[in-house]
């Protein structure tokens, strides 16, 4: 096997047998982005990523379906938060996942591969969402695996502070 080779198996190994360390980074990710003291949300995400990483480690290790289907999870959707929640959590994972391949010494397959199983999950948990809005929306063009609640938030009592820079931003996935 030739070094490219060892690397890749090594990413998917560590993707489809260690799906909770690589769980942890974006967690942590995910604490260190809050702007202040009790202003994390319930992420809606969290009770599905070690399950769709160790998807993703079986795609990269060539099984030929969609990690998102294969996903046997729970995604939570908010019609109070909307689609941005979830651009946003998923572009979190997106970057921890790439930068876990990088330092595993992956290549662009396996980036590509993750891009393209991210970008599938992302369409298909907005169209969820569009369809809790509108029973006459499209449907995902790739279903999810699992279990998809909606996922209702207690109004805030504090103060409702204005949108910032960094909730505006547009969506890139």
């Not at 379906?65 to 941005?84: E, F, K």
């Not at 569009?130 to 909606?150: I, M, S």
Request: net charge positive; charged share 30%; aromatic share 6%.
């Amino acid at each position: 096997m030739t070094e490219r080779g060892r690397k890749a198996a090594g990413v998917a190994r560590v993707f489809s047998r260690q799906p909770d360390r690589i769980a942890a980074l974006w967690r942590r990710a995910r604490l260190a982005s809050v702007e202040g003291p009790g202003s994390l949300e319930p992420s809606l995400l969290d009770g599905l990523v070690e399950t769709f990483i160790r998807e993703l480690g079986r795609t990269l290790e060539g099984e030929d379906t969609s990690p998102w289907s294969r996903t046997r999870a729970v995604l939570r959707l908010s019609s109070t938060r909307g689609a941005r929640a979830l651009y946003d959590e998923f572009a979190a994972l997106r970057r921890c996942l790439v930068d876990t391949v990088d330092v595993l010494g992956g290549g662009d397959s396996e980036r590509r591969a993750i891009n393209r199983a991210l970008d599938e999950a992302v369409d298909s948990a907005v169209a969820l969402l569009q369809r809790l809005t509108d029973a006459k929306a499209e449907g995902p063009r790739v279903p999810f695996g699992g279990l998809v609640v909606e996922y209702f938030e207690r109004p805030t009592r504090g103060k409702r502070t204005p949108p910032t820079a960094r909730d505006t931003r547009s969506a890139v996935h």
